[in-house]
Every structure is written in structure tokens, then in C-alpha cells.
């Protein structure tokens, strides 16, 4: 799972109204003793896919968030908004869905 190459940098404007938004947020996936694993992981990329800015709250391996923050955006493609604290903040805009075909055959 990398997504890195797509990833359309955000503008300072759209920054602040992230970080003002994620103030309402509270922790969705905390790092536990597992770190991140591949379980964690694949919950991070779950969450992602159903809501665009999500807090991650570092429960354990705080000596290593200023690290581990950066990997967690990048292994799921999102967006590292802020980082306060024991607490992350990633976005990922949900993937613009294609128009579905009607199923209407035209002559």
C-alpha cells in the first residue's frame, strides 16, 4: 500500500481550516504497544476511507512520534495536518468517484 506519488500538496488555507476542524475531533486509532503494525495500519486506511481527518493519539512510542508521524502519512497516503502533543492529525481526500455507467447500450 503506497500512495505517495499522487499526493497534491495542501495549501496554508486549506491547512488552517484542517487543523480548526480537527480541534472538534476526538482520537479515532490510538498507536498501542504494536506500534505500527500491519493491523494498525490497515484500521488507519479503513478509517481514512471513511472520514477524510482523523486524529491518531499516541498511547505508546511517544519518544518516537516526531518519526513515526511522517510513516504513518506516508504508508497510508494521507496528509499529516499537525502534530500536537501525543496526537496526529491526517487527511485524505476521499477519491473522486468515477460516473457509473448507466447500463444504457446506445445503437
Not at 476526538?26 to 506500534?35: C, P
Not at 519518544?63 to 485524505?92: C, D, I, M, Y
Amino acid at each position: 500500500m503506497h500512495f505517495g506519488a499522487m499526493m497534491v500538496p495542501l495549501t496554508n488555507a486549506q491547512m488552517r481550516a484542517l487543523k480548526a476542524q480537527a480541534q472538534r475531533l476526538k482520537a479515532t486509532l490510538k498507536v498501542g504497544k504494536e506500534g505500527l503494525s500491519p493491523q494498525f495500519l490497515a484500521a488507519l486506511d479503513d478509517a481514512l476511507k471513511r472520514r477524510e481527518l482523523i486524529k491518531v493519539k499516541f498511547d505508546y512510542f511517544k519518544e518516537e512520534k516526531k518519526e513515526l508521524a511522517p510513516q504513518l502519512a506516508e504508508k497510508t497516503g494521507s496528509h499529516l495536518v499537525t502534530r500536537v502533543g501525543n496526537v496526529v492529525v491526517l487527511f485524505r481526500p476521499k477519491p473522486i468517484a468515477e460516473p457509473q455507467p448507466s447500463g444504457e447500450m446506445k445503437p
